[in-house]
T-cell receptor, first 112, second 113 residues
Framework: KAGVTQTPRYLIKTRGQQVTLSCSPI?????VSWYQQTPGQGLQFLFE???????NKGNFPGRFSGRQFSNSRSEMNVSTLELGDSALYLC???????????FGPGTRLTVL | DAKTTQPNSMESNEEEPVHLPCNHS???????IHWYRQLPSQGPEYVIH???SNVNNRMASLAIAEDRKSSTLILHRATLRDAAVYYC??????????????FGTGTRLQVTL
């Protein structure tokens, strides 16, 4: 089975812009979670989607949003980018909620 | 979320066993103990998880204290490829709640020849 794929792998944006990141889960996995990783804050949970519904949300501002499609693919969007949004954004999929998670390689976002 | 405490870093020689400790004194009865590791420039990968009994798989063993307030991840023969940050995470798997993993700072394992 193919692993979790994330596109793009690298992205450079400027402050004030918005960005959309994409995640394709492992085939058959219905839960997709998103995490942000920075040197200062480490790995932090953003949100989780299951059956196209957001099931849990981390402590991030409303500029961070996401969605899940009927084929379980997920996107996350960050509007009005700030310098502090520069990070590695990781997507993880699992069969069901609470099951073992499989992580993708991440999207490295740099905000200038 | 129940918290875990791990040493910041550990060192091991190649081919030697490694015991990575984790304290979780506020663990609840429904919390599973998960271990993930993150190799350089990669996303985290699952290592092992358990509830009460010790667990073994091809990657590692997990020893859980009788009172469940601590656990130890055991790599039986460390290799250079095991150099990574190891995270001990509590997750209430069967509660029907979210998959949210709360990562701490983890233990950075260095393996030397």
């Amino acid at each position: 089975k193919a692993g979790v794929t994330q596109t793009p792998r690298y992205l450079i944006k400027t402050r004030g812009q918005q960005v959309t990141l994409s995640c394709s889960p492992i085939s058959g996995h219905r839960s997709v979670s998103w995490y942000q990783q920075t040197p200062g804050q480490g790995l932090q949970f953003l949100f989780e989607y299951f059956s196209e519904t957001q099931r849990n949300k981390g402590n991030f501002p409303g500029r961070f949003s996401g969605r899940q499609f009927s084929n379980s693919r997920s996107e996350m969007n960050v509007s009005t980018l700030e310098l502090g949004d520069s990070a590695l954004y990781l997507c993880a999929s699992s069969l069901e909620i609470g099951f073992r998670q499989f992580f993708g390689p991440g999207t490295r976002l740099t905000v200038l | 979320d129940a918290k875990t405490t791990q040493p910041n870093s550990m060192e091991s020689n190649e081919e030697e066993p490694v015991h990575l400790p984790c304290n979780h004194s506020t663990i609840s009865g429904t919390d599973y103990i998960h271990w993930y590791r993150q190799l350089p420039s990669q996303g985290p990968e699952y290592v092992i998880h358990g509830l009460t009994s010790n667990v073994n798989n091809r990657m590692a063993s997990l020893a859980i204290a009788e009172d469940r307030k601590s656990s130890t991840l055991i790599l039986h023969r460390a290799t250079l490829r095991d150099a990574a940050v190891y995270y001990c995470i509590l997750n209430g798997r069967n509660t029907g709640t979210a998959s949210k993993l709360t990562f701490g700072t983890g233990t950075r394992l260095q393996v030397t020849l």
